[in-house]
């Protein structure tokens, strides 16, 4: 079974400076995709980086990245230069790539920008 | 128009009553996925299906049932509603060719009273 873990329910950060949201994940597949997903306060889920277990460089996407650490098994999302539209819940989730391909979330992290 | 539509948005019920959500999609995906969504815990699976016949149940099926009418259609009802199934729920769609092109819907808050 695949298991997400975000261990910081909330993170409060300056305007500007970087913040990294940290995620580990669990699982015994050898082939799964990471993904990092931001839910502002209206509700939708707006899809932000992916990370393939096969990828050798860590994912970006604009002020985006994924820090993807295999042995560690961590996928951590970094903001630069962080702005007050960042303020949202962000959820870690996962997929295997082979067999029953289902996205499983991790419980969130609410982050506050401040002025 | 948006590529997932979720019907209704919001829609409060009292317990007991049957309710159906229903999800459309314009992605030409071939899975489909209902997710519940309460605060602290994440999206849980409630059900997904790869095609029109193959419907699966996900973690947290118990108290709901589905319908995949059309490629383009996944309907999550709730037989008899209660109110610790009040929840924000999500449609999502994905293409077996592009794993990583998950889409969801815009959510709707369902409230049982």
């Known amino acids: 079974a695949q298991k997400i873990t975000q261990t910081q329910p909330g993170m409060f950060v300056q305007e500007k400076e970087a913040v990294t949201l940290d995620c580990t994940y669990d699982?015994?597949?050898?082939?799964?995709?990471l993904f990092w997903y931001k839910q502002p306060s209206s509700g939708e889920m707006i899809f932000l980086i992916y990370q393939g277990s096969y990828d050798e460089q860590n994912a970006t996407e604009g002020r985006y990245s994924l820090n993807f650490q295999k042995a560690r098994k961590s996928a951590n999302l970094v903001i630069s230069a962080s702005q007050l539209g960042d303020s949202a819940m962000y959820f870690c989730a996962m997929t295997q790539l082979q067999g029953a391909q289902k996205l499983v979330f991790g419980q969130g992290t609410r982050l506050t920008i401040n002025p | 128009d948006a590529d997932v539509t979720q019907t209704p948005r919001n829609r409060i019920t009292k317990t007991g009553k049957r309710i159906m959500l229903e999800c459309s999609q314009t992605?030409?995906?071939?899975?489909m996925y209902w997710y519940r969504q309460d605060p602290g815990l994440g999206l849980r699976l409630i059900y997904y299906s790869f095609d029109v016949k193959d419907i699966n149940k996900g973690e947290i099926s118990d108290g709901y049932s589905v319908s995949r009418q059309a490629q383009a259609k996944f309907s999550l009802s709730l037989e008899s509603a209660i109110p610790n199934q009040t929840a924000l729920y999500f449609c999502a769609t994905s293409d077996r060719d592009r794993l990583y092109g998950y889409t969801f819907g815009s959510g709707t808050r369902l409230t049982v009273v």
């Open positions: 992605k030409g995906h071939d899975r």
């Open positions: 699982t015994s597949d050898q082939s799964y995709g």
